[in-house]
């Protein structure tokens, strides 16, 4: 169903995405309801990895985001339930107009829900007024790992990103007690974005998130001596130990471009995965094309 705007925002489009998973049977994750408003749609469930764990692309066929678009993502796992969701290509988010952009993901994961939240880079252009919130709410017992990748501005100008603000907030909350909160503002003429103490002058940043059982002391030494820190490319881990032998495992990565980046984050997936969801690492198909 396609919902045309008031004429007075024939311009602006605002779209919302909800989506829910369950299990079904012994050992299948079915796509069990999806409902959409405006351009926001999905592809057709696959099972690459067996009927266990359901592979779901999200779709904005406009494929940017200008001033005045608000997109709305709800995704619901229910217990015992796999799904892996993706993009196909970038979300590039265009000069403003004087309007705000934003972007809300909400996702709730029942007892023994699983997720892969692996959405391509968000581009940000010159002039870009622009809000991405992403809120998991978990229940125990429950295990997820996700990205959210950033490129200010185009890379192929010498300066890159000379105006716009760009607000990234992030929720993630167990049985409704808050676990990881961040929110920043970054404005392309702050110094943070040359400062030691901030980006250092990189235009891509990203983290990855990975809450599930916790783990030991040699698994988060291996991976934070395998992480790289060089001119180009720069990462970090910290990992968080909850109740319930669970932790919280953050990645931040800093990047002159955001094809290491993304190799980076997918070599960290691949290691992760087997480690937060007891699931061997599979590449999708979609990071061939």
């Known amino acids: 169903m396609l919902t045309l705007a008031h004429p007075a925002t024939l311009d602006q489009w605002h779209a ?43 779709l904005h066929p406009p494929s940017g985001i200008a001033g005045g678009d608000v997109l709305e993502i709800d995704i619901d796992v229910r217990d015992g339930a796999h799904a892996v969701l993706g993009t196909p290509g970038a979300t590039r988010w265009y000069k403003a107009n004087g309007r705000h952009a934003a972007q809300h993901v909400r996702i709730h994961l029942a007892a023994d829900a699983c997720l892969d939240w692996l959405p391509q880079e968000n581009i940000f252009f010159e002039q870009s007024q622009a809000s991405m919130s992403t809120c998991l709410h978990l229940q125990t017992g429950a295990c997820a790992i996700g990205w959210e990748i950033t490129q200010l501005g185009s890379i192929g100008k010498a300066t890159h990103w000379d105006e716009g603000c760009v607000q990234l907030n992030t929720e993630l909350t167990l049985d409704g007690e808050a676990l990881w909160l961040e929110a920043g503002e970054l404005y392309a003429d702050s110094p943070l974005r040359h ?28 991976l934070a001596a395998d992480l790289p820190w060089t001119q180009n490319l720069r990462a970090g881990l910290t990992h968080m130990p909850q109740p319930n032998e669970q932790g919280l495992s953050l990645v931040r990565v800093l990047g002159l471009h ?32």
Not at 26 to 53: C, S
Request: charged share 20%; with cysteine.
């Open 16 to 58: 919302k995405l909800a989506l829910t998973f369950a299990r079904q049977g012994l050992d299948k994750t079915v796509l069990a309801k999806r409902k959409h408003e405006g351009p926001l749609l999905v592809q057709k469930t696959l099972y690459p990895e067996g009927p266990g764990i359901c592979h779901v692309t999200i």
């Open 195 to 222: 400062s030691g103490n901030g980006l250092s002058g990189f235009p891509v940043l990203a983290t990855l998130w990975a809450f599930g059982p916790m783990l030991g002391t040699e698994q988060v030494d291996d």
């Open 258 to 289: 955001v094809q290491d980046v993304k190799r980076l984050l997918i070599a960290l997936w691949m290691r992760m995965r087997p480690l937060v969801l007891n699931t061997q690492g599979a590449h999708l198909r979609l990071w061939n094309t």
